[in-house]
C-alpha cells in the first residue's frame, strides 16, 4: 500500500477516484456537504462485503446520528477548510484511513510466511464454517486463485487454466507440509496434467467443459473439511 506504482494502489485509487466521480453531482470537481454521506456509503461497500467494516445501521442509532458523524468527518478531511472535499483530500484521508486499519487486522493466514502450522490449522477449522470472517478470508483467497488463472477473462476456468489455479491454491498447505508438492506426487508433467484432467472432470458438476467460481467454492471447502478430518 506504500508503494503508490504498485498494481494495488492503482487499483485502490482508481476505486476512490469513481467514488469522487460519482459524488460530485455538479461537476465542479468538489464534494459538498450535501453529497459526502453518498460518497462514504459507497466507498464502505467494499470493506463491508468482506467484513472489514461495519453498516452504518450498527453503529449509529438513528439518520440524525450518522450524520452529524458525516458532518464531524467532513470537517476532518476539508485540511483547507473551504467547505468542500477535493480529491487530494479524499485521496489522502482514505488511504490513511485504510492503513490505520491495515495495522489492526489479523495475519493473512493463507498467504503470509509468518504463519506457523497451529495457526494455520486453527483458521483452516474455522474457515469451513461459513458464518465465520474466516470464511470470508478463505473465500476472497479462492476468489483470487481463480481471477488470475482466467487468463482468457471469461469467467471460467478452462482445462489448461486449472493446473495453475490448483498450484496456487496448494501452495499455502504445502508451506506447513499439510500437503505434497507436484514432484512428489507425479514422476512427470504428463502425469501431473493427466491427472489434473481427472480432477477437472470431478469438479465440472454440470459438465460443461470449464469450471466455475461456485463449482471451485464447493469443491475447494469440501475437499479441506475432509483433509481436517485426517489432520485432527
Known amino acids: 500500500m506504500t508503494d503508490r506504482k504498485s498494481d494495488a494502489f ?9 467514488c469522487f466521480i460519482r459524488a460530485d453531482t455538479d461537476l465542479d470537481g468538489k464534494v459538498h456537504m450535501k453529497d459526502f454521506d453518498t460518497m462514504i456509503e459507497e466507498a464502505a461497500v467494499l470493506p463491508r462485503r468482506y467484513g472489514f467494516a461495519p453498516k452504518s445501521s450498527d453503529i449509529y442509532p438513528n439518520d440524525a446520528v450518522r450524520k ?4 464531524k468527518m467532513f470537517k476532518e478531511m476539508n485540511l483547507a477548510k473551504d467547505g468542500y472535499i477535493t480529491l487530494e483530500e479524499w ?3 482514505s488511504v490513511e484511513h485504510i492503513m490505520s486499519k491495515v495495522k489492526t487486522l489479523s495475519k493473512d493466514v493463507l498467504t503470509s510466511e509468518d504463519v506457523t502450522k497451529e495457526e494455520f490449522l ?8 461459513k458464518s465465520t470472517p474466516e470464511y470470508r478470508d478463505l473465500y476472497s483467497f479462492l476468489l483470487k486463485c481463480f481471477v488470475d488463472a482466467d487468463k482468457d477473462r471469461d469467467g471460467a476456468i478452462n482445462v489448461n487454466e486449472f493446473d495453475q489455479m490448483i498450484e496456487v491454491a496448494a501452495a499455502a498447505p504445502r508451506r506447513h507440509g499439510l500437503a505434497p508438492t507436484s514432484s ?4 512427470s508433467d504428463a502425469e501431473r496434467l493427466a491427472k489434473r484432467a481427472e ?3 470431478s469438479m465440472d458438476v454440470n ?3 470449464t469450471i466455475s467460481f ?15 478430518v485426517v489432520v485432527a
Open 10 to 18: 492503482i487499483e485502490l485509487y482508481q476505486f476512490l477516484l469513481s
Open 68 to 71: 452529524e458523524a458525516r458532518a
Open 91 to 93: 485521496i489522502s484521508f
Open 122 to 129: 486453527e483458521f483452516t477449522k474455522k474457515a469451513v464454517d
Open 184 to 187: 512428489q506426487m507425479f514422476k
Open 199 to 201: 480432477y477437472f472432470k
Open 207 to 209: 459438465k460443461d467443459g
Open 214 to 228: 461456485d463449482e471451485w467454492l464447493q469443491y475447494s471447502v469440501e475437499h479441506i473439511t475432509k483433509k481436517l
